[in-house]
Nanobody
Framework: QVQFVESGGGLVQPGESLRLSCAAS????????MAWYRRAPGKQRELVAS???????NYVDSVKGRFTISRDGAKNTIYLQMNSLKPEDTAVYYCNTFPSPQWSWGQGTQVTVSS
């Protein structure tokens, strides 16, 4: 069983930046594709960004050009650099494998974008 611990969220104003981190309890990045997901209030969880074991990335249209997913295999950690944040980015952010989440969801990290 792999566990994920997300961190780095907070309350920011529109246009500001945050960097999220997700630490995995095992060395899985060379085997599994990883992704960041988010769940906004009243909505279903959605895919935000993914990264393959080879390092290729993909993003949902609403965050392209603003968010960057990356990983550090030595630290078993993936990151999500979020720039130019908008109120509609407000959500709880989670990480897990992609395309199918293989393990239980972590507690997530809350991102709130508000003036």
């Amino acid at each position: 069983q792999v566990q994920f611990v997300e961190s780095g969220g907070g309350l920011v104003q529109p246009g500001e930046s945050l960097r999220l981190s997700c630490a995995a309890s095992g060395s899985i990045f060379s085997i599994f594709y990883m992704a960041w997901y988010r769940r906004a209030p009243g909505k279903q969880r959605e895919l935000v960004a993914s990264i393959t074991s080879g390092g290729s990335t993909n993003y949902v249209d609403s965050v392209k050009g603003r968010f960057t997913i990356s990983r550090d295999g030595a630290k078993n950690t993936i990151y999500l650099q979020m720039n130019s944040l908008k109120p509609e980015d407000t959500a709880v952010y989670y990480c897990n494998t992609f395309p199918s989440p293989q393990w239980s969801w972590g507690q997530g990290t809350q991102v709130t974008v508000s003036s």
